[in-house]
């Protein structure tokens, strides 16, 4: 088993900034594919972002390109969600999530490839 703890989330105004964070703990963490997503009221569970083991490899959704960077310490068993210059259609509840399948394919932007998700964090941006 896996649990994973995030936090980190808030309210924000509009172009502001944002990290999250990712605790893992149980099994061995420092093999596992990361992801982050994200689900707003009434949504479908979208993905954000994720990574590999080594932090080698990362993969963005079109629409946090540029303003969102995931990271990875495996020393500490966290994985990072730092987000740059909000917007309010970023509202929404953030949820990491963690898989020991190997990263590619794009398999790590489907919701149900994952094992263990957290509980979430809220993430509130005003305009």
């Known amino acids: 088993q896996v649990q994973l703890v995030e936090s980190g989330g808030g309210l924000v105004q509009a172009g502001g900034s944002l990290r999250l964070s990712c605790v893992a703990s149980g099994r061995t963490f420092t093999r596992a594919t990361m992801g982050w997503f994200r689900q707003a009221p009434g949504k479908e569970r979208d993905f954000v972002a994720a990574i590999n083991w080594s932090a080698g490899n990362t993969s963005y959704a079109d629409s946090v390109k540029g303003r969102f960077t995931i990271a990875r310490d495996n020393a500490k068993n966290t994985v990072f969600l730092q987000m740059n210059s909000l917007k309010p259609e970023d509202t929404a509840v953030y949820y990491c999530?963690?898989?020991?399948?190997?990263?590619?394919?794009?398999?790590?932007?489907?919701?149900?490839?994952?094992?263990?998700w957290g509980q979430g964090t809220q993430v509130t941006v005003s305009s």
């Open positions: 999530a963690s898989d020991s399948k190997v990263y590619g394919s794009s398999w790590y932007m489907r919701p149900s490839m994952y094992n263990y």
